[in-house]
């Protein structure tokens, strides 16, 4: 959410007497020009089949719960998709889109979609169909962005191999054929990372680090801040020996053989892996995009069905309620949530308390029943995303 406060919320209030005067005194209170603190967008739901008492509250909690998993599963989408712009908060925000619509201009224009959801169902039967909706987006997420992570983290163990000095890196992008005696039943050629400071000493003392040395066969053919690599030709035999005198000396033998398949498969390992990431990194970025918006889409429907049902189960039938989006201004947040419990606490009689003790036990028995966040009306906070 980009703000410890909700700013926008979906609210149901009753027709006071009707539902456009609902609308016009809560504007009066918050979106006027005496007291421009939000906007209040009304929107329609259908005339969906209500059923009975103790199917609307057995519905009421699986709504509950299934909102709360819902918004777990759109924050993952859009925490995915920021990872995947690297954290790019500019191009993330321009591409969490529902449909066409920045998230907050959709929320402004929302309306049920009755063609994708009919009205003919019941809505535990909608209820249903969402979740279906969802949960068949968010198992091809999972599988998408799991093979996403396996090429990637399989690339970056090769990558990882090129980091690091010439005392640990790999030498296949470094040494060539040229470098190596090869064919030779006796001589070998070993590299050698010495570091830098100790070039001198090493041009010095190679030869005599043990027998069987070929003079003069050392070449540099590579160097960073730390390091310079070495070639040397001696017999095969003394490898082992000459290790342990370059280790004493700090001169550090690297363990490599010359294997032109090897090398050659690697090579296309990488080049292979790297067009793999790039190609499978576009399909994730795609139906990271498009799924957003759809599970985003998916997600206001539970909350509308949420605001219909518990609008029938405070207010009863027949239904004469409003829903409508609320969107505070910016550092109004507080003061437009607060203008609710005011101007709808006739709702519950409580505006009828004139006792400020009685308001404070009030207050602190909503705390202890865990509604520090009641309010007499119909609501849900929105979460935003970005």
Not at 54 to 69: N, P
Request: proline share 3%; hydrophobic share 40%; with cysteine.
């Amino acid at each position: 959410m980009a703000s410890g406060l909700p700013s926008v919320w979906f609210l149901s209030a009753p027709g006071n007497p009707t539902k456009q005067d609902t609308v016009a005194k809560l504007k009066d209170k918050i979106a006027s020009k005496a007291n421009d603190y939000a906007e209040v967008l009304p929107f329609q739901l259908p005339e969906f089949k209500v059923g009975t008492l103790d199917s609307l509250v057995v519905l009421s909690d699986e709504l509950a719960k299934t909102d709360q998993a819902f918004e777990a599963i759109v924050v993952k989408v859009a925490d995915g998709l920021r990872n995947l712009l690297n954290n790019d908060m500019d191009q993330w925000k321009a591409n969490l889109i529902v449909g066409d619509k920045r998230i907050e201009t959709y929320l402004k224009s929302f309306q049920w979609n009755a063609m994708k959801y009919r009205v003919d169902k019941t809505l535990k039967e909608l209820a249903d169909m969402v979740s279906q909706e969802v949960n068949s987006i968010d198992a091809l997420m999972k599988t998408k962005t799991q093979a996403y992570s396996q090429v990637k983290a399989a690339l970056q163990g090769i990558q990882r191999k090129t980091n690091g000095n010439l005392a640990v890196r790999t030498l296949n992008d470094i040494v060539k054929k040229e470098h190596f005696v090869l064919d030779s039943e006796y001589l070998t050629t070993a590299l050698v990372a010495v570091p830098k400071t100790l070039t001198k000493d090493w041009i010095e003392q190679y030869e005599t680090l043990t027998q069987m040395v070929v003079p003069r066969s050392t070449q540099k053919i590579a160097e960073d801040d730390e390091y310079a690599l070495f070639t040397v030709t001696l017999f095969q035999r003394v490898l082992e020996e000459f290790g342990n005198k370059a280790r004493e000396k700090k001169f550090i033998v690297r363990d490599f053989t010359w294997d032109p398949e090897r090398l050659s498969s690697e090579k296309k390992q990488l080049t292979d892996l790297t067009a793999s990431e790039r190609e499978q990194w576009a399909t994730l970025m795609r139906l990271s995009k498009t799924n957003f918006g759809e599970l985003f889409s998916c997600w206001m429907h539970i909350k509308a069905l949420r605001t219909f049902v518990e609008s029938i189960l405070r207010y009863g039938l027949p239904p004469n309620f409003q829903p409508m989006t609320i969107i505070a201004k910016p550092k109004h947040e507080k003061r437009v949530r607060d203008t609710f419990n005011k101007h709808f606490a006739y709702i519950d009689g409580s505006q009828n308390s004139t006792d400020a003790a009685d308001e404070g036990i009030d207050e602190t028995l909503q705390v202890l029943l865990g509604e520090k966040d009641y309010c007499p009306v119909v609501i849900f906070a929105i979460n935003t995303i970005a």
